[in-house]
């Protein structure tokens, strides 16, 4: 079963979770009175996905980039320094390496962190130039954290 919220929105979709969308809107307007057979829905969409050109599955990659948000500043320091990491020790965990960033991170002072400051402000900058960030963060998970909150505050008034 699954965990987490049921309420809060999924992360980014990726190109194939896009042409699915597409397949089923396409479906609904073409048959809207019939029931859709998710397994069947699924081989039959998986099926023509396979045989698309990678001119066409680009539009869907085109969709599946757009709302990406640039790397922050701290994930630019774990890309560089995970493998690292990673690689000095193969046996430690995912969260290990996680926490052992996290510490490193927490223990450089601000000139150290400053090549990453300036590289995330650039992509963000790039980003905007290119119509692609807008600064803000998804209006649905924005809107489900401030709901979340809501429903906390009620519960601390009862």
Same mark, same amino acid.
């Given at each position: 079963?699954?965990?987490?919220?049921?309420?809060?929105?999924?992360?980014?979709?990726?190109?194939?979770? /896009?042409?699915?969308?597409?397949?089923?809107?396409?479906?609904?307007?073409? %048959?809207?009175?019939?029931?859709? $057979?998710?397994? &069947? /829905?699924?081989?039959?969409?998986?099926?023509? *996905?396979?045989?698309?050109?990678?001119?066409?599955?680009?539009?869907?990659?085109?969709?599946?980039?757009?709302?990406?948000?640039?790397?922050?500043?701290?994930?630019?320091?774990?890309?560089?320094?995970?493998?690292?990491?990673?690689?000095? $020790?193969?046996?430690?965990?995912?969260?290990?390496?996680?926490?052992?960033?996290?510490?490193? *991170? %927490? %223990?450089? $002072?601000?000139?150290?962190?400053?090549?990453?400051?300036?590289?995330? !402000?650039?992509?963000?900058?790039?980003?905007?130039?290119?119509?692609?960030?807008?600064?803000?963060?998804?209006?649905?998970?924005?809107? *489900?954290?401030?709901?979340?909150? &809501? !429903? &906390?505050?009620?519960?601390?008034? !009862?």
């Amino acid at each position: 079963m699954a965990k987490g919220d049921p309420k809060k929105p999924k992360s980014k979709m990726s190109a194939y979770a /896009f042409y699915v969308q597409m397949c089923r809107e396409e479906h609904k307007k073409k %048959n809207p009175e019939v029931p859709v $057979n998710f397994a &069947e /829905f699924s081989k039959k969409c998986s099926e023509r *996905w396979k045989t698309m050109s990678g001119k066409e599955k680009s539009k869907f990659d085109e969709i599946a980039k757009v709302d990406k948000v640039p790397p922050s500043r701290f994930f630019l320091f774990c890309s560089e320094l995970g493998p690292k990491i990673k690689s000095t $020790n193969p046996t430690i965990s995912i969260g290990d390496v996680a926490k052992k960033l996290g510490e490193m *991170w %927490n %223990n450089l $002072n601000d000139s150290e962190k400053q090549p990453y400051i300036t590289k995330a !402000e650039k992509d963000v900058a790039d980003c905007k130039s290119k119509g692609k960030f807008d600064g803000t963060k998804d209006p649905a998970i924005v809107a *489900w954290k401030k709901g979340k909150e &809501e !429903e &906390e505050e009620q519960e601390e008034a !009862e």
